[in-house]
Protein backbone atom coordinates (compact mmCIF):
# COMPACT_ATOMS: atom_id res chain seq x y z
CA UNK A 1 0.00 0.00 0.00
CA UNK A 2 3.14 2.66 0.28
CA UNK A 3 4.37 2.11 -2.93
CA UNK A 4 5.11 4.94 -4.92
CA UNK A 5 2.27 4.98 -7.60
CA UNK A 6 2.61 9.13 -8.65
CA UNK A 7 4.89 9.64 -11.56
CA UNK A 8 6.62 12.66 -13.11
CA UNK A 9 7.20 14.08 -9.33
CA UNK A 10 10.95 15.91 -8.48
CA UNK A 11 11.43 16.92 -4.82
CA UNK A 12 11.50 20.77 -4.74
CA UNK A 13 13.92 22.16 -2.03
CA UNK A 14 12.97 24.99 -0.43
CA UNK A 15 15.06 28.43 0.28
CA UNK A 16 15.55 27.75 4.29
CA UNK A 17 17.68 25.00 6.06
CA UNK A 18 16.26 22.87 9.02
CA UNK A 19 18.89 24.25 11.58
CA UNK A 20 18.35 28.16 10.08
CA UNK A 21 14.23 27.44 10.71
CA UNK A 22 14.93 25.82 13.89
CA UNK A 23 17.06 28.70 15.14
CA UNK A 24 15.16 31.28 14.02
CA UNK A 25 12.09 29.21 15.62
CA UNK A 26 13.88 28.42 18.88
CA UNK A 27 12.91 25.26 18.62
CA UNK A 28 14.01 21.48 18.03
CA UNK A 29 11.44 19.10 16.48
CA UNK A 30 11.70 15.71 17.22
CA UNK A 31 9.09 12.42 17.40
CA UNK A 32 8.55 10.69 20.78
CA UNK A 33 7.00 7.32 20.21
CA UNK A 34 4.87 6.22 22.91
CA UNK A 35 3.75 2.42 22.05
CA UNK A 36 2.30 -0.11 24.40
CA UNK A 37 -1.00 -2.26 24.80
CA UNK A 38 -4.60 -0.65 24.75
CA UNK A 39 -5.15 0.81 28.41
CA UNK A 40 -1.02 0.88 28.91
CA UNK A 41 -1.64 4.83 29.58
CA UNK A 42 -0.03 5.94 26.43
CA UNK A 43 -2.66 8.88 25.51
CA UNK A 44 -2.79 9.61 29.39
CA UNK A 45 0.98 9.97 29.45
CA UNK A 46 1.19 12.05 25.73
CA UNK A 47 -1.43 14.32 27.06
CA UNK A 48 -0.09 15.13 30.34
CA UNK A 49 3.58 15.27 28.25
CA UNK A 50 1.81 17.94 25.90
CA UNK A 51 0.72 19.70 28.63
CA UNK A 52 3.91 19.93 30.37
CA UNK A 53 5.80 20.96 27.28
CA UNK A 54 3.16 23.82 26.32
CA UNK A 55 4.10 25.32 29.70
CA UNK A 56 7.00 25.66 29.48
CA UNK A 57 6.55 27.00 26.12
CA UNK A 58 7.96 24.04 24.00
CA UNK A 59 6.37 23.64 20.23
CA UNK A 60 4.98 20.41 19.86
CA UNK A 61 1.96 18.42 19.00
CA UNK A 62 0.26 15.35 19.82
CA UNK A 63 -1.06 12.64 17.52
CA UNK A 64 -3.53 9.97 19.07
CA UNK A 65 -4.19 6.54 17.61
CA UNK A 66 -8.16 6.98 17.57
CA UNK A 67 -8.25 10.70 16.83
CA UNK A 68 -6.27 10.37 12.99
CA UNK A 69 -8.71 7.43 12.25
CA UNK A 70 -11.32 10.00 12.51
CA UNK A 71 -9.54 12.06 9.50
CA UNK A 72 -5.80 11.24 7.79
CA UNK A 73 -6.59 7.45 8.33
CA UNK A 74 -10.20 6.90 8.48
CA UNK A 75 -10.14 3.79 5.50
CA UNK A 76 -7.84 1.74 7.23
CA UNK A 77 -8.93 -0.84 9.30
CA UNK A 78 -7.49 -2.94 11.47
CA UNK A 79 -5.71 -5.83 9.19
CA UNK A 80 -2.10 -6.27 9.80
CA UNK A 81 -1.97 -4.23 6.23
CA UNK A 82 -3.98 -1.51 7.28
CA UNK A 83 -2.17 -1.35 11.02
CA UNK A 84 1.16 -1.20 9.10
CA UNK A 85 -0.21 1.21 6.40
CA UNK A 86 -1.75 3.08 9.30
CA UNK A 87 1.90 3.55 11.46
CA UNK A 88 3.82 4.29 8.19
CA UNK A 89 1.26 6.90 7.41
CA UNK A 90 1.79 8.69 11.27
CA UNK A 91 5.70 8.30 10.76
CA UNK A 92 5.79 9.98 7.85
CA UNK A 93 3.00 13.36 9.38
CA UNK A 94 5.71 12.77 12.76
CA UNK A 95 8.67 13.41 10.46
CA UNK A 96 7.24 16.28 8.91
CA UNK A 97 6.49 18.01 12.23
CA UNK A 98 9.81 17.29 13.29
CA UNK A 99 11.00 18.42 10.40
CA UNK A 100 9.84 22.02 10.86
CA UNK A 101 10.47 22.12 14.64
CA UNK A 102 8.06 21.04 16.52
CA UNK A 103 8.15 17.57 18.90
CA UNK A 104 5.69 15.19 17.42
CA UNK A 105 4.02 12.95 20.67
CA UNK A 106 2.58 9.97 18.75
CA UNK A 107 0.37 7.56 21.14
CA UNK A 108 -0.46 4.35 19.06
CA UNK A 109 -0.34 0.42 19.90
CA UNK A 110 1.67 -0.10 17.09
CA UNK A 111 1.93 -3.48 17.85
CA UNK A 112 4.78 -4.95 15.29
CA UNK A 113 8.03 -4.34 15.87
CA UNK A 114 8.98 -3.80 11.92
CA UNK A 115 6.48 -0.76 11.70
CA UNK A 116 7.47 0.77 14.39
CA UNK A 117 11.33 0.43 13.11
CA UNK A 118 10.37 1.80 9.75
CA UNK A 119 9.06 4.82 11.26
CA UNK A 120 12.77 4.90 13.07
CA UNK A 121 14.37 4.04 9.72
CA UNK A 122 12.74 7.09 7.64
CA UNK A 123 13.70 9.43 10.67
CA UNK A 124 17.37 8.15 10.60
CA UNK A 125 17.18 8.80 6.71
CA UNK A 126 16.02 12.37 6.73
CA UNK A 127 17.76 14.72 4.76
CA UNK A 128 20.04 16.29 5.08
CA UNK A 129 20.58 15.10 8.30
CA UNK A 130 18.66 12.49 10.50
CA UNK A 131 16.02 13.57 12.64
CA UNK A 132 15.53 12.38 16.18
CA UNK A 133 13.14 9.80 16.96
CA UNK A 134 12.91 8.68 20.72
CA UNK A 135 10.28 5.46 21.46
CA UNK A 136 9.12 5.16 24.77
CA UNK A 137 7.40 1.82 26.23
CA UNK A 138 4.40 2.55 28.46
CA UNK A 139 5.65 -1.37 29.67
CA UNK A 140 2.27 -2.34 31.43
CA UNK A 141 0.81 -5.97 32.30
CA UNK A 142 -1.95 -7.25 30.12
CA UNK A 143 -3.79 -7.84 33.69
CA UNK A 144 -3.54 -4.35 34.97
CA UNK A 145 -4.62 -2.67 31.17
CA UNK A 146 -7.72 -4.91 31.34
CA UNK A 147 -8.49 -3.58 34.87
CA UNK A 148 -8.59 0.14 33.70
CA UNK A 149 -10.22 -1.02 30.11
CA UNK A 150 -11.21 2.27 29.52
CA UNK A 151 -13.09 2.02 26.00
CA UNK A 152 -14.47 -1.73 27.43
CA UNK A 153 -12.89 -3.25 24.37
CA UNK A 154 -10.86 -5.57 26.36
CA UNK A 155 -13.93 -7.13 27.41
CA UNK A 156 -15.69 -7.42 24.33
CA UNK A 157 -12.52 -8.98 22.99
CA UNK A 158 -12.54 -12.01 25.93
CA UNK A 159 -16.26 -12.78 24.96
CA UNK A 160 -15.11 -12.79 21.18
CA UNK A 161 -17.15 -9.70 19.76
CA UNK A 162 -13.82 -8.37 19.03
CA UNK A 163 -11.66 -10.06 16.92
CA UNK A 164 -8.02 -9.61 16.37
CA UNK A 165 -7.45 -7.63 19.52
CA UNK A 166 -3.59 -6.52 20.50
CA UNK A 167 -2.69 -8.72 23.60
CA UNK A 168 -5.13 -11.07 23.85
CA UNK A 169 -5.93 -12.87 20.03
CA UNK A 170 -3.56 -10.68 18.43
CA UNK A 171 0.03 -10.52 19.07
CA UNK A 172 1.88 -7.16 20.70
CA UNK A 173 5.77 -7.23 19.70
CA UNK A 174 7.61 -4.92 22.57
CA UNK A 175 10.34 -2.58 21.77
CA UNK A 176 13.82 -4.50 22.06
CA UNK A 177 16.02 -1.22 23.32
CA UNK A 178 13.39 1.12 23.52
CA UNK A 179 15.15 5.12 25.04
CA UNK A 180 13.01 4.34 27.53
CA UNK A 181 10.22 1.93 29.27
CA UNK A 182 7.62 3.54 31.64
CA UNK A 183 6.24 0.63 33.78
CA UNK A 184 2.89 2.42 34.72
CA UNK A 185 1.59 -0.04 37.05
CA UNK A 186 4.46 1.35 39.61
CA UNK A 187 5.13 4.54 38.30
CA UNK A 188 2.30 7.70 38.62
CA UNK A 189 1.43 9.66 35.75
CA UNK A 190 3.89 12.86 37.01
CA UNK A 191 6.70 10.43 37.69
CA UNK A 192 6.19 9.10 33.73
CA UNK A 193 6.17 12.63 32.89
CA UNK A 194 8.96 13.72 34.95
CA UNK A 195 10.99 10.68 33.11
CA UNK A 196 10.01 11.78 29.67
CA UNK A 197 10.91 14.94 30.20
CA UNK A 198 14.29 14.46 31.45
CA UNK A 199 15.13 12.31 28.99
CA UNK A 200 14.59 15.45 26.17
CA UNK A 201 16.72 17.51 28.11
CA UNK A 202 19.44 14.91 28.24
CA UNK A 203 18.79 14.45 24.50
CA UNK A 204 19.25 18.64 24.12
CA UNK A 205 15.61 17.98 22.46
CA UNK A 206 14.42 21.00 25.21
CA UNK A 207 16.18 22.75 27.51
CA UNK A 208 15.90 21.78 31.26
CA UNK A 209 13.66 24.16 33.10
Partial sequence: ???????????????????ERWRALKSKGATVWFTGLSGSGKSTIGSAVEQALVNQGVFCYRLDGDNVRFGLNKNLGFSAEDRAENIRRIGEVAKLFCDAGVI?????ISP?????DL???????????????IEIYVDT?????ESR??????????????????GIDDPYEAPNNPELALKTAELSVQQSVAKVI???AAKGVISKK
Fill in 149 to 166: DPKGLSKKARAGQIKGFT
Fill in 104 to 108: ALTSF
Fill in 1 to 19: MSEIKSTNIHWHEGDITRD
Fill in 198 to 200: DLL
Fill in 119 to 133: CRQMHAEAKPSALPF
Fill in 141 to 145: PIEVC
Fill in 112 to 116: YRKDR
